[in-house]
């Protein structure tokens, strides 16, 4: 396997894939928008038929799911999704029907939650990340050296020392982990986070994002722990025992 094959699977593993089910263009965008692909990795389906064809040659690990669709409603979609497909994605419904009869009638589709329109963007993403968290299979925590890092709560621990990453600055970290001991270069790092059309702007913006890492890094364990391979691209660096970067 070559290291941009690597790239990429560890790409698909450390993002959060999202099917949005949503007829009404203008929210779907604000979804896309707001949530971005710096975690996530998005699809978007206009109505249920649509959806069901991608849940049947996709996986997902969240599905957003909105009741009023044009044809086949989100109850049918969320009992088809259960029943026929026998998917156990974390479904999501969101829509502007708040009786509870509307409610229950959801839940006994097969939805494991349930949002009233008009919501705040950040409450849903709050909600994605709790299903998620609470349906995803555990991940194994990697190792480099004395370095751990755990993919599912993204925290770093070194000798007893813990930081965690966000965004970006994280899949980097999990790509450098998995490569150890060897180093990835730029190309393959750029193609892994914007894929095979990246250019000058997305190398600037790499280096942004290694900056932002090792500066979280140093804050929080004392190390960057991430070394510039002059020319060629970048490594994960174990600090011998007792060593610390200086400030």
Same mark, same amino acid.
Request: charged share 25%; net charge negative.
């Given at each position: 396997?070559?290291? =941009?094959?690597?790239?990429?699977? =560890?790409?698909?593993?450390?993002?959060?894939?999202?099917?949005?089910?949503?007829?009404?263009?203008?929210?779907?965008?604000?979804?896309?928008?707001?949530?971005?692909?710096?975690?996530?990795?998005?699809?978007?389906? /206009?109505?249920?038929?649509?959806?069901?064809?991608?849940?049947?040659t996709q996986s997902y690990d969240v599905i957003v799911l909105d009741l009023m669709l044009p044809g086949v409603n989100g109850y049918e979609i969320c009992r088809r999704i259960r029943q026929d497909l026998q998917c156990q994605t974390p479904i999501i419904?969101?829509? /502007?029907?708040?009786?509870? =009869?509307?409610?229950?009638?959801?839940?006994?589709?097969?939805?494991?939650?349930?949002?009233?329109?008009?919501?705040?963007?950040?409450?849903?993403?709050?909600?994605?990340?709790?299903?998620?968290?609470?349906? /995803?299979?555990?991940?194994?925590?990697?190792?480099?050296?004395?370095?751990?890092?755990?993919?599912? @709560?993204?925290?770093?621990?070194?000798?007893?020392?813990? @930081?965690a990453l966000t965004g970006t600055p994280a899949r980097l970290f999990e790509m450098l982990v998995r490569a150890y001991p060897s180093f990835l270069s730029h190309e393959a790092l750029s193609e892994a986070l914007w894929g095979a059309r990246h250019g000058?702007?997305?190398? =600037?913006?790499?280096?942004?994002?290694?900056?932002?890492?090792?500066?979280?890094?140093?804050?929080?364990?004392?190390?960057?722990?991430?070394?510039?391979?002059?020319?060629?691209?970048?490594?994960?660096?174990?600090?011998?025992?007792?060593?610390?970067?200086?400030?």
């Open positions: 396997m070559t290291s =941009n094959q690597v790239l990429r699977q =560890n790409t698909v593993q450390s993002s959060l894939r999202l099917l949005i089910v949503e007829d009404q263009v203008d929210l779907a965008e604000n979804l896309f928008e707001f949530l971005g692909e710096d975690r996530y990795v998005l699809d978007f389906a /206009a109505d249920g038929l649509t959806a069901l064809h991608l849940l049947a419904l969101m829509t /502007a029907l708040s009786a509870l =009869n509307d409610k229950e009638k959801g839940f006994d589709c097969g939805a494991d939650d349930y949002l009233v329109k008009p919501f705040e963007l950040r409450e849903l993403q709050l909600r994605i990340e709790a299903l998620h968290r609470r349906y /995803a299979p555990q991940r194994p925590v990697l190792s480099a050296g004395d370095i751990r890092f755990d993919p599912g @709560t993204l925290e770093v621990e070194l000798r007893g020392l813990k @930081t000058e702007t997305e190398g =600037n913006s790499l280096r942004t994002h290694i900056y932002t890492l090792r500066k979280s890094l140093q804050a929080g364990l004392g190390c960057g722990l991430v070394k510039t391979i002059h020319g060629r691209g970048y490594s994960l660096e174990v600090p011998p025992k007792g060593y610390a970067d200086t400030p």
